[in-house]
């Protein structure tokens, strides 16, 4: 079983920067792509960006050029620096992370953009 813990949401303005992690733990072999997806509330849950094992990344549109996806894999992490944020950026942020065959979701966390 691999465990996901995500940290790094909170209240920021809009145009801030925020940064998230995820560090994955457990019956880890080796992570395959790790990605980050957002759910916003009313909305469906949406992916964000990922990373794949060499490092080759991939963005949505709605993000691509503010934010920076990251993976430490000696650390079994993956982290997302959010720039020029937004209010539709507002969201519950969650990474999920790819394994042995097998995809696991951290618990989320929350991040706002308001003044």
């Known amino acids: 079983q691999v465990q996901l813990v995500e940290s790094g949401g909170g209240l920021v303005q809009p145009g801030g920067s925020l940064r998230l992690s995820c560090a994955a733990s457990?019956?880890?072999?080796?992570?395959?792509?790790m990605g980050w997806y957002r759910q916003a509330p009313g909305k469906e849950r949406e992916w964000v960006a990922d990373?794949?094992?060499?490092?080759?990344?991939n963005y949505a549109d709605s993000v691509k050029g503010r934010f920076t996806i990251s993976r430490d894999n000696v650390k079994n992490a993956v982290y997302l620096q959010m720039s020029t944020l937004k209010p539709e950026d507002t969201a519950v942020y969650y990474c999920?992370?790819?394994?042995?065959?097998?995809?696991?979701w951290g618990q989320g966390t929350q991040v706002t953009v308001s003044s």
């Open positions: 999920r992370v790819w394994t042995s065959g097998n995809d696991y």
């Open positions: 457990g019956s880890i072999f080796s992570i395959d792509t």
């Open positions: 990373i794949g094992s060499q490092g080759r990344t």
